[in-house]
């Protein structure tokens, strides 16, 4: 037995000076200073992630009559047929296409006047502007199989030069702008301004209406990639989803992943669907360190003047309720 155990030490002093190099492993090692990686935010960055205070400019390319009647022709009621309270519908029946084109075109152009931006920047100080576009604000290729494919697209040729030209002027007084999906392809809400007055909120219902929603994002995506959209703080992919939307967060699911192949650093706004603590709880799983999707934001709406009672309030009172909540 002695032997063995004399023989077993001879062994392992032997074998000791191969594993020599081991006895240093739990050594602290010798740290190098690196420098950092992390840059000075972009013009950009600021632009998309500071604090906004801002407005939504609506009825400028979707329209809503409460805002701008003088597009409506008189005796449209709304829900009596998809397009009923479409105004290009009825103006083009009256007027015809080169008419009413001209009149939507004057009307985009003079959306913001010099003295508007002025007070936006100056008085206001307005970091941010909501501009909500239709699918057919995109141009004719984007109505294909929808409401407004033939003549109404005929309206929208130069509408997006005019998006593209309003958010220049407003990156030059320093404003940014969120791009608004509002009018989407067979209503992701019920109101004439989802993009048809059908009463319905059809887009959820069709995968086609789906595809072209995410094809007209990612349109959007690569322009903003390219820098054509100048000052753009992202991108909304839907207004005021109906409450309990089926296949909604697939759908987000999907234009998240077509959208990040584009350009993963453009921030996604959702709808929250009237469920704020469900959108918060989606959107909290997808914006982790580690994601390699976009960033996403939750849109949510609170209506201080909704009903009649709201609207017999004195604006001191309205005011109040706001700070209140």
């Known amino acids: 037995m002695g ?35 992390i840059g000075p935010p972009s013009a950009l960055d600021v632009l998309r992630y500071r604090y906004h205070h801002g407005a939504n400019r609506g009825s400028i390319f979707v329209l809503e009559q409460w805002l701008y009647g003088s597009m409506f022709e008189a005796g449209a009621k709304e829900g009596s047929s998809p397009t009923n309270n479409l105004p290009a519908f009825s103006s083009i029946n009256k007027y015809g296409i080169d008419a009413t084109r001209l009149k939507w075109e004057a009307h985009w152009s003079n959306a913001f006047s010099d003295a508007d931006l002025d007070f936006l920047s100056n008085t206001a100080h307005c970091t941010t502007i909501r501009l909500p576009v239709g699918y057919f604000t995109l141009g004719p290729s984007f109505t294909a199989g929808t409401l407004f494919v033939g003549a109404p697209s005929q309206i929208y040729v130069s509408a997006w030069s005019h998006v593209l ?14 791009l608004d999906l509002h009018a989407l392809s067979g209503g992701a809400i019920t109101d004439p301004h989802s993009g048809t007055s059908s009463g319905k909120a059809d887009f959820w219902a069709h995968g086609s209406h789906l595809e072209l929603g995410k094809r007209c994002i990612t349109f959007m995506a690569e322009a903003i990639a390219q820098g054509s959209v100048e000052g753009c703080v992202g991108i909304q992919i839907c207004n005021e989803a109906v409450y309990g939307a089926r296949w909604m ?25 009237w469920d704020l603590n469900a959108a918060i709880a989606w959107a909290q799983a997808r914006n982790r360190i580690m994601s390699v999707t976009n960033p996403v934001v939750v849109d949510t709406h609170k209506y201080y003047t909704f009903s009649a009672a709201d609207k017999a309030e004195s604006p001191s009172r309205s005011s109040g309720a706001y700070r209140a909540s």
């Open 249 to 273: 967060y697939e759908w987000y699911t999907d234009v998240l992943r077509s959208v990040s192949r584009t350009d993963n650093s453009i921030l996604i706004y959702i709808s929250g669907a």
């Open 3 to 37: 032997k063995f155990f004399s023989k077993a030490k001879s062994s392992l002093t032997d074998v000791q000076p191969q594993f020599a190099s081991s006895q240093n492993i739990q050594q602290p090692l010798k740290q190098h200073d690196t420098p950092s990686t």
């Open 165 to 178: 030209s309003v958010t220049s002027r407003l990156a030059a007084h320093g404003i940014g702008t969120l």
